[in-house]
């Protein structure tokens, strides 16, 4: 860990089921903000990954053990075809957040499923994985986890706002770094545009397409979440139990949900970030062209965007920054967001 730059690559899968991305990263050791992605690339899921991963929330605990080695199994071939595709000849480590099943902080769960012994085992180098567990040990949130490298990679941006399937935010306050999340997106929107036969609502051109239910709306912005001070986080548990009941109550026109839906995500984003010009949008949601529309309205303000690549991958980049600091011995889990005990240095390393 001493050379002058080191390389690693970072695995992230999101709660929206997009796929599993992955970078190849270079880090200046003696100045981490100094990094370049140089390969990138997102593998969508298999129709079977995909009903196995959205299933499991309801898996039995042996169950949850078995598919934990078997994704960690399935990651470990997604690197080496990634390695092998773009003929990558050095890595230091890896670093793979895994997919999130389970994520209630406030019981002490938190469960990301991808054995790192399996990954480590098949790829033959060492992998950092783990990142929640031991915050929410600690009584944190073990989330999120991007704001340390949103400090460190991207400090000229007053607000790091990242659109997947939920909506998180990261910024300065009194000297310590606050973050938290602020509402789902593309958990809920990917979710109806599947009934309407699409894989996600292209541009949000089928939201545009709908009214705003004005009743739903009231009801989305008047949830107890959205009153709680931070840290603070979401999880399919609770999309499962407030949002989805209270849509299908109350419209079913997939077009009017749509629409009522991106209308809550800007004005919930919007009251985050109003009227800043310094706002660094990755994630997804950033191509929902009707989304970004929205937010710049409710937050009076106009977002400048950044290349594809930093959109799509920053968050693998930051995990990869993440285990960078673990295997360094730093401090990557920071108390002032997740609310633990203590700022600390998380994961869990696995050698071949």
Not at 65 to 75: I, R
Not at 80 to 93: C, E, G, L, R
């Amino acid at each position: 860990m001493m050379n002058k730059s080191v390389f690693s690559i970072g695995v992230m899968s999101g709660t929206s089921l997009d796929g599993i991305d992955l970078v190849y990263v270079k880090f200046e050791t003696d100045n981490s903000a100094n990094f370049k992605i140089i390969h990138a690339e997102t593998i969508p899921y298999t129709k079977k990954w995909k009903v196995l991963l959205q299933n499991a929330i309801h898996y039995t605990r042996n169950e949850l053990n078995v598919l934990h080695k078997q994704y960690g199994g399935f990651l470990g071939e997604v690197i080496a075809d990634f390695k092998s595709n773009y003929n990558i000849q050095h890595v230091d480590f890896i670093a793979s957040h895994g997919h999130t099943i389970l994520h209630e902080p406030d019981k002490g769960i938190t469960l990301q499923v991808g054995c790192g012994k399996k990954i480590a085992k098949k790829i033959n180098i060492k992998v950092v994985y783990d990142f929640r567990t031991q915050d929410v040990k600690l009584g944190g949130q073990g989330a999120p986890l991007v704001p340390i490298g949103d400090q460190v990679l991207f400090k000229n941006y007053e607000y790091c706002l990242n659109l997947g399937g939920f909506s998180n935010v990261s910024y300065a306050l009194n000297n310590q770094r606050i973050a938290f999340d602020i509402c789902p997106v593309n958990i809920v929107l990917n979710h109806y545009a599947n009934q309407l036969d699409l894989p996600y609502d292209v541009s949000g051109k089928c939201a545009a397409k709908g009214i705003v239910n004005e009743a739903l709306l009231m009801q989305l912005n008047a949830l107890e979440f959205y009153k709680k001070e931070a840290p603070k986080s979401l999880g399919l548990e609770w999309v499962q139990e407030h949002i989805f009941p209270l849509i299908n109550a109350c419209e079913k026109d997939e077009f009017m949900v749509l629409r009522t839906f991106v209308e809550h995500i800007a004005i919930q984003i919007g009251a985050v970030i109003f009227k800043s010009d310094a706002v660094l949008v990755t994630g997804g949601g950033v191509f929902n062209d009707f989304l970004m529309q929205r937010i710049q309205y409710h937050a009076q303000n106009k977002i400048t965007l950044v290349p594809d690549k930093l959109i799509h991958f920053k968050e693998a980049l930051v995990f990869s920054f993440l285990g960078l600091l673990k295997l360094k011995g730093e401090v990557n889990c920071l108390k002032s967001v997740t609310g633990a005990k203590k700022d600390h240095s998380s994961g869990v390393v696995a050698y071949p």
